[in-house]
């Protein structure tokens, strides 16, 4: 009764990612590549298959699912934008992205799990531009972001959001970057 009660909700699973159009993946170029233009802080990006999350992963696969890089553009444009003065402008671009963790293989597991190590911290390459209201340049250049001690800060939270460790580090660089230059 249990097996056939596990079958009937793989098969929902498979029914409704059939019926939803499959999973998302960054990797699809019906995906925006910017986010906040327009707005006072435009994030873009290249192509996330290049990206060392997914090109050095060891399941591509997984490390492509879901819309990851679109929400940690969009929370990077947010926190930019609370740190910097009214008619500052900033655009970025994120080079690259190697979220915290990897995914390595797990005895009884019926998937790759994402395991947290010290030896896979999350790390951010981007390019920035800050001008002020009048349109000069107040900083710009690129920034290699990396928590190497990622586990041994206090857990971010919330515990549920898949992206703490990687929204921690932009916090971090938002602070250095654009708050303490006021």
């Not at 006072?40 to 290249?46: A, E, L, Q, Y």
């Not at 800050?130 to 857990?155: C, F, I, Q, T």
Request: proline residues 7%; charged residues 25%.
């Amino acid at each position: 009764m249990k097996s056939h009660r596990l079958l009937s909700l793989a098969l929902a699973g498979v029914l409704t990612a059939c019926a939803t159009g499959g999973i998302t993946r960054v990797t699809d170029p019906a995906l925006p590549h910017a986010v906040g233009e327009g707005t006072p802080v435009t994030v873009s990006w290249t192509d996330p298959a290049q990206f060392t999350e997914i090109r050095y992963s060891t399941n591509p696969r997984l490390a492509s699912e879901g819309d990851w890089v679109v929400k940690l553009a969009d929370y990077m444009a947010a926190s930019t934008a609370r740190a910097v003065p009214a008619g500052d402008k900033v655009d970025v671009q994120i080079l690259d992205i190697q979220r915290a963790g990897q995914y390595e293989w797990s005895y009884g597991a019926t998937s790759d799990l994402r395991i947290l190590r010290d030896t896979y911290p999350p790390r951010i390459q981007l390019r920035f531009r800050h001008l002020d209201a009048n349109g000069n340049v107040v900083a710009e250049g690129d920034r290699k972001l990396a928590d190497l001690a990622y586990l041994m800060s206090p857990p971010p939270l919330p515990s549920s959001d898949t992206l703490r460790y990687e929204k921690r580090m932009i916090d971090q660089w938002v602070r250095r970057e654009f708050v303490t230059r006021r």
